[in-house]
């Protein structure tokens, strides 16, 4: 006589016929989230830094939201304007926002400026160099080196003459510098400025020759010392 089965699990309990594909579900579901999270993750990463770094850092124009515009720099509104500024009062700009305007007397220059000089920032106006910690904004008491597209902003700056005056009026004071000196250098040399100095001066370039479209191995320079402005006291 052939010897009687043991009961199976199916046989023993109906419930079977219920656990073992919700079993076989919950473990098809796991793997599939592993393998998807794994193959997506990054894009999600991705995709989460984009939207939150989008929110959290639109520019900004800091002159048009300054509590006190100062318009165009007259001798007035220079004398009135206190001879240090705590730092930490005013709003340092971060990429992309707008925080002043330049003009220089005897061109046609006249721009807005903004902080950084990525392509998309010379599009729209004056960029300032900030890849160094040792170059600065007005009133930092370091090298500020601006710079302009040749063909629109700082087209006219062919047009500089020792001794003319650039007006930097930024969201928290107006400052004057005067132009010591212009020369043609490659874009590679490093003697085109000096962030080891300690004094402020300004630098704006360009692109040259002034009718040059495209790339062009040579620069544009126009220096300049300070002659009045608030300082930014970091320390205050």
Known sequence: ???????????????????????????????????????????????????????????????????????GGTAAEEASQPETIPLSSITYPVS???????????????????????????????????DDSRAGIPGEGKTILLAGHNNTFFNDLQHTEIGATVTITTHYGVYTYEVTDMAVKDYQDETAYDFTRTDENLILYTCYPFDALGFTPNRYFAYAKYVSGPVLDKNS
């Open 1 to 71: 006589m052939q010897a009687s089965r043991k009961p199976s699990f199916f046989r023993r309990s109906p419930l079977a016929y219920l656990v073992a594909p919700l079993l076989f579900a919950l473990v098809s579901a796991a793997l599939i989230f592993a393998v998807g999270r794994a193959v997506l993750g990054p894009y999600l990463s991705l995709a989460s830094w984009f939207f939150t770094t989008t929110e959290d850092s639109q520019p900004q124009d800091l002159l048009a939201n300054a509590a006190t515009v100062i318009n």
């Open 96 to 130: 992309g926002d707008r925080y002043a305007t330049i003009t220089l007397s005897g061109t046609n220059v006249n721009a807005p400026v903004y902080y950084g000089d990525t392509n998309k920032i010379l599009n729209q106006g004056v960029g300032t160099y900030v």
